[in-house]
């Protein structure tokens, strides 16, 4: 007999995203004013010309059937449209496999690409659900790290100090998550010949896509290494281009084998993604991009009231994010200090007695892979915002 829940389960880590975020949800459902940076989504609603092309559907019952495990054929000939228009990369339809989000892309990719024992580089700060999704596919994530002096960048020469003879993936993640770092074009060829020359297979999350600022570009590692393409994965949604978390959308496009693979898995774990969220998802990518340019304008304005207001607490340096919507400061100014009485020694017990003190809840660097940092999204109304590190400013400052 053998234990209670498998070896490979039990590994999982819990989700320190989503430990914060139970914490604070407990707090507001007591009645406490608590505001929170944690969650990773757009605070948006999803634009009405997608909720009625849903609600229509609803109504048909050819949409109450299954559709093919990959998806309705009109949207993955849409996604195939969409992507060559937003990255220049040109895919056939029968290339793009839909998923339950962004995630079960995620997941899909790892799992058909790795054997135990192959390794993908991964750079941190990283999304948390990665390491997990690797390892349970048998993988080995092997860590670059960077830190704000580079903008959390990494560069050809630590992932070549990286990469060994079992590596098999590089994933690359631009705009990013918790970092908001967006890599510069000549990097991303740079980083793309260097996965070429050495034969590394390609997974790239394009996620946040066209959540961009300042003149920054959210350049396609694809489009620009054509020569990868029989190596390439690219993963989206539509998420948060469309405020679309709740509707779990996304995509996987690989080479047709691969596509092939990660059906046969989602036929057995999954089938289809819901018939009615699909034809949500078609009007999103057939439709303009206003939405989004609506959104951006928002939250470009946040994210400079989020960097302003914490580059003025002492013991705090936030780099400007030039993507995605968080902010990601190093704090380990504030750490062994006394707060309010109390001192914390980690991120996360900073995250822990903030929330605490201030009723403010944002996610500790641990669940990123590089402890000392804090991640504050700023998907958030600016009142709350304002408020909110206002909140840990005053905590800083009276103590
Ligand atoms: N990739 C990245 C980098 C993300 O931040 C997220 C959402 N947190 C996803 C993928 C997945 O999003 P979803 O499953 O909601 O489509």
Not at 116 to 126: H, N, R, S, T
Not at 261 to 285: C, D, E, G, I, P
Not at 325 to 333: I, L, N, R, S
Request: charged residues 20%.
């Amino acid at each position: 007999m053998g234990t209670r829940i498998s070896d490979r389960i039990a590994a999982i880590a819990e989700s320190a995203t989503l430990a914060v975020d139970a914490k604070a949800k407990a707090l507001k459902a007591a009645g406490r004013p608590v505001i929170g940076f944690g969650a990773g989504e757009p605070d948006f609603a999803t634009p009405d010309y997608i909720v009625e092309a849903a609600a229509e559907a609803a109504r048909q019952p050819r949409y109450h059937r299954y559709t093919p495990v990959a998806g309705l054929p009109e949207l993955r000939e849409a996604v195939a449209a969409k992507t060559l228009r937003d990255s220049g990369y040109a895919v056939e339809p029968s290339q793009v496999l839909i998923t339950n989000g962004g995630k079960q892309a995620v997941y899909n990719a790892f799992a058909t690409l790795l054997d135990p024992g192959d390794e993908v580089l991964l750079i941190a700060p990283y999304w948390t659900t990665y390491p997990e999704a690797i390892k349970l596919a048998g993988g080995t994530p092997v860590e670059v790290q960077t830190d704000e002096t580079t903008g959390y960048l990494a560069d050809v020469e630590q992932l070549e100090a990286a990469r060994t003879e079992r590596t098999k993936v590089l994933l690359f993640v631009s705009p990013s998550n918790p970092s908001g770092a967006v890599y510069p074009v000549e990097q991303v060829e740079a980083i793309g010949a260097w996965a070429a020359e050495h034969g590394l297979w390609v997974v790239t999350d394009e996620i946040y896509e066209h959540l961009v600022y300042d003149g920054h570009r959210a350049v396609s590692i694809a489009t620009v290494t054509a020569s990868l393409a029989d190596r390439m994965v690219v993963l989206n949604g539509v998420a948060k281009t469309y405020a679309m978390t709740g509707w779990r959308v996304g995509w996987l496009i690989g080479p047709a084998d691969v596509v092939k693979a990660a059906s046969n898995l989602q036929s057995h774990a999954t089938s289809n993604v819901s018939n009615v969220a699909q034809v949500a998802a078609l009007a999103a990518v057939s439709g303009d991009l206003s939405a989004v340019a609506e959104m951006r304008t928002a939250f470009d304005r946040r994210r400079r009231i989020i960097v302003e207001m914490l580059s003025a607490i002492e013991g705090v340096r936030c780099p400007t994010p030039g993507g995605a919507f968080y902010a990601y400061p190093q704090v380990k100014g504030l750490l062994g200090r006394p707060l309010r009485g109390r001192t914390a020694a980690t991120s996360a017990e900073l995250a822990n007695l903030i929330l605490d003190e201030v009723e403010v809840a944002v996610v500790p660097g641990e669940a990123f892979g590089t402890p000392g940092y804090l991640r504050l999204s700023y998907a958030l109304s600016d009142t709350d915002l304002v408020e909110g590190i206002g909140r840990i400013q005053k905590l800083v400052a009276d103590s």
